[in-house]
């Protein structure tokens, strides 16, 4: 990867719908080279898939929180299973120290994430400390 690659993810990642002839513009070079670019990303695994950023403040679930897991070494790979199939939680990852877990979830209110997820995730197997901490502001979303 280079800095025309570089570049080219830094804009995408602005407007991910951008014409070829635009990007090319942008970047000093031809659409097709551009084109070719991003295709080569592509096929490397570097650009997974295009997608669009939803302002959720246009929906119900606009309250933010990332919750921190603490789990048991044997259980791990079962508490990851139940927080990807939790349909409020968009984003989990596997972590160091202090936690073993940080997922990101939208929900309407704190009681639907203390029902839909905080209770329901304490049951679990496993499941050593749960610390949620919920969002007042949002400054940056990027994807």
Not at 26 to 35: I, N
Not at 73 to 93: H, N, Q, R
Not at 97 to 116: G, N, Y
Request: contains cysteine; charged residues 30%.
């Amino acid at each position: 990867m280079d800095e025309i690659d570089g570049a080219i993810l830094d804009e995408l990642q602005r407007d991910g719908r951008m014409s070829m002839a635009e990007l090319g513009t942008k970047l000093g070079v031809a659409p097709s080279t551009a084109f070719k670019r991003i295709e080569k990303l592509k096929k490397q695994g570097i650009i997974e898939k295009f997608t669009i950023a939803i302002n959720p403040s246009y929906f119900e679930h606009s309250l933010v929180t990332f919750l921190t897991i603490r789990a048991d070494p044997e259980e791990k790979e079962a508490v990851a299973a139940f927080l990807s199939d939790l349909y409020l939680i968009s984003e989990v990852y596997e972590t160091l120290e202090p936690c073993d877990f940080i997922a990101k979830a939208r929900v309407q209110t704190i009681t639907q994430l203390k029902m839909e997820i905080l209770i329901p995730l304490s049951e679990l197997a496993g499941v050593r400390e749960i610390r949620p901490f919920i969002t007042v502001k949002r400054y940056k979303e990027q994807f």
